[in-house]
Every structure is written in structure tokens, then in C-alpha cells.
């Protein structure tokens, strides 16, 4: 059985763990379905015919129709490629949830691979919050929470450091 301290870092990695990764699983999946749908529902580029122009009215009309259609199709293209993105980001922030789960499993059991892998994401979250703390001022809620941030990344770098001397 890990000592004190250890167990307490453990449980934070676990309990960050579900805080990433039950929103992630739910944002990956409604966004991979969004940009499924938006890919499936795209239509086919019909063919270029050259414009009409017998008649200056059904020209109008052709050339207006190819205009909103392009402007559109544009549109629809950034959609996509914003599902897309989010979908991406959503993915990422899943595997790295799923990696702080087993960071927090090998801290249990004592795993000497876990004390370097949590030792960076210490690490990591101290700088974060240093950042956030200096360039916020001395008063705000930014500077509160970069506060709390390097406080525990200090923390737990400190019962890294202790706990596996």
C-alpha cells in the first residue's frame, strides 16, 4: 500500500481523469458523428455546363444559382472542417485522460514508470499555473485559479519527490 501522499496524487490524477474524459467521450462521439453526417450528406459536384446565354433572364438565374451555391458550399466546407477540428481535439483530450487513469493506476501500485510520467505532468500543470498566476495580476479569478494550479503541481512534485525517495 502506497503511503499517504501518494494515494492523494493518485486519486487527483484518477478524479482528473473523469473530469476530461467523460466530456471528451461525449464531445468525440457527437462531433465524429457530426462531421460523419456532414461528409455522407455532402453532395456530388454536379457538372459545369457553360451558361445559357440565349436568354439573359435563365442566365441571370444560372449565374445567381452558381453564386449561392458556391457561397454556400463554402460555408458547409468550414462547418465540416470546424466538426472535424472539434472531433480531433475531443480524441486528444480522451487519450490524454485515459493516460492520467493509468498514470493514477500505476501510482498505486508503485510503478516506477508512473513516478516519471506524473512527475511531467506536474510539472506541466505548475508552469500552467505559474503562467497564469504571474500574468494575471495580483487580483482576478485567473490568477486565484493559476494560484491553486502551481500549488498543486508543487504539490505533487513534492510527494513525487518524498514519497518514492
Same mark, same amino acid.
Given at each position: 500500500?502506497?503511503?499517504?501522499?501518494?494515494?492523494?496524487?493518485?486519486?487527483?490524477?484518477?478524479?482528473?481523469?473523469?473530469?476530461?474524459?467523460?466530456?471528451?467521450?461525449?464531445?468525440?462521439?457527437?462531433?465524429?458523428? $457530426?462531421?460523419?453526417?456532414?461528409?455522407?450528406?455532402?453532395?456530388?459536384?454536379?457538372?459545369?455546363?457553360?451558361?445559357?446565354?440565349?436568354?439573359?433572364?435563365?442566365?441571370?438565374?444560372?449565374?445567381?444559382?452558381?453564386?449561392?451555391?458556391?457561397?454556400?458550399?463554402?460555408?458547409?466546407?468550414?462547418?465540416?472542417?470546424?466538426?472535424?477540428?472539434?472531433?480531433?481535439?475531443?480524441?486528444l483530450v480522451l487519450c490524454?485522460?485515459?493516460?492520467?487513469?493509468?498514470?493514477?493506476?500505476?501510482?498505486?501500485?508503485?510503478?516506477?514508470?508512473?513516478? $516519471?510520467?506524473?512527475?511531467?505532468?506536474? $510539472? $506541466?500543470?505548475?508552469?500552467? &499555473?505559474?503562467?497564469?498566476?504571474?500574468?494575471?495580476?495580483? @487580483?482576478?479569478? &485567473?490568477?486565484?485559479?493559476?494560484?491553486?494550479?502551481?500549488?498543486?503541481?508543487?504539490?505533487?512534485?513534492?510527494?513525487?519527490? @518524498? &514519497?518514492?525517495?
Amino acid at each position: 500500500m502506497p503511503n499517504r501522499h501518494i494515494a492523494i496524487l493518485a486519486n487527483g490524477f484518477y478524479s482528473a481523469a473523469a473530469a476530461l474524459g467523460l466530456p471528451s467521450l461525449i464531445g468525440s462521439l457527437y462531433f465524429g458523428f $457530426v462531421a460523419l453526417r456532414l461528409y455522407i450528406a455532402t453532395p456530388a459536384p454536379r457538372p459545369t455546363a457553360p451558361i445559357d446565354t440565349s436568354n439573359s433572364l435563365t442566365s441571370a438565374l444560372d449565374l445567381t444559382t452558381r453564386m449561392l451555391s458556391a457561397t454556400f458550399g463554402f460555408i458547409g466546407a468550414i462547418g465540416d472542417a470546424v466538426a472535424r477540428g472539434l472531433a480531433a481535439a475531443f480524441v486528444l483530450v480522451l487519450c490524454i485522460a485515459i493516460t492520467m487513469f493509468f498514470i493514477g493506476r500505476g501510482l498505486h501500485a508503485q510503478a516506477g514508470w508512473s513516478r $516519471v510520467a506524473a512527475g511531467f505532468f506536474m $510539472v $506541466v500543470l505548475f508552469l500552467i &499555473g505559474a503562467l497564469m498566476s504571474l500574468s494575471a495580476g495580483q @487580483k482576478g479569478l &485567473g490568477s486565484l485559479i493559476g494560484l491553486a494550479l502551481a500549488s498543486g503541481g508543487a504539490y505533487g512534485l513534492w510527494t513525487l519527490w @518524498k &514519497g518514492f525517495a
